[in-house]
């Protein structure tokens, strides 16, 4: 088992800018690769931005120069660092893990092929 708490979260004017953490416990280490989702009201949860081991990152078009992911392996952290945010870029804000096995494992975009989630963090954008 895996725990996820993700903190960060919160109302925020179109382009400010916020960051996400989320801390995990248990089932960590280089085979897990960790991600952020986001959920809308009314809509499906979708890939937000992920980090493997070796620290190569992956973005939704959307978010891409705007998002940055990272990860202190040491202390089994991810962040979510977001500028520049849009009223469409508010959502409740999971973080995720799974494990690939491989530090350098490209991960899945698909919510339902990851395995342990955190409760989530809303983040409001105002316009």
């Known amino acids: 088992q895996a725990q996820l708490v993700e903190s960060g979260g ?14 995990a416990s248990g089932r960590t280490g280089s085979g ?13 949860r979708e890939f937000v931005a992920a980090i493997n ?7 939704r078009d959307s978010v891409e120069g705007r998002f940055t992911v ?15 945010l849009r009223p469409e870029d508010a ?3 999971y973080c995720a893990t799974t494990f690939y096995g491989s530090m350098r ?3 899945s975009r698909d919510p339902e092929t990851w395995r342990y989630w955190g409760q989530g963090t809303l983040v409001t954008v105002s316009s």
């Open 10 to 23: 919160g109302l925020v004017q179109s382009g400010d800018s916020l960051r996400l953490s989320c801390a």
């Open 32 to 44: 897990y690769v960790m991600g952020w989702f986001r959920q809308a009201p009314g809509k499906g």
């Open 53 to 59: 081991w070796a620290g190569s990152t992956y973005y």
């Open 70 to 84: 990272s990860r202190d392996n040491a202390k089994n952290t991810v962040d979510l660092q977001m500028n520049n």
């Open 91 to 93: 959502a409740v804000y």
């Open 105 to 107: 494992a490209i991960p």
